[in-house]
């Protein structure tokens, strides 16, 4: 059974950080591309930034210089790091394992930036 836990969402002020964790479970997590998405209300959902099984990384135009996601396979653990938060950075975010022929979601944290 294939499982992604994410963890570390909360509130936080303007301009603080958080860093989300996503466990996985179920699955070769080394050979999948990992990824980070969000919702906020009445929005449709987004590509974060995404990490290859070789490391490589994208991200949404926007976050670049503010958001870091990284991986430890050795951990089966994707990690997103998020600095100067934004009110519009408040969103759920979700967790995704993404091969050509599986997809993978996780339950979602719930990220509030407010003062």
């Known amino acids: 059974q294939v499982q992604l836990v994410e963890s570390g969402g909360g509130l936080v002020q303007p301009g603080g950080s958080l860093r989300l964790s996503c466990a996985a479970s179920g699955i070769i997590f080394s050979i999948y591309t990992m990824g980070w998405y969000r919702q906020a209300p009445g929005k449709q959902r987004e590509l974060v930034a995404h990490?290859?099984?070789?490391?490589?990384?994208n991200y949404l135009d926007s976050l670049k210089g503010r958001f870091t996601i990284s991986r430890d396979n050795a951990k089966n653990t994707v990690y997103l790091q998020m600095n100067s938060l934004k009110p519009e950075d408040t969103a759920v975010y979700y967790c995704?394992?993404?091969?050509?022929?599986?997809?993978?979601w996780g339950q979602g944290t719930q990220v509030t930036v407010s003062s």
């Open positions: 995704n394992a993404n091969i050509i022929v599986a997809q993978y």
């Open positions: 990490i290859t099984s070789g490391g490589s990384t």
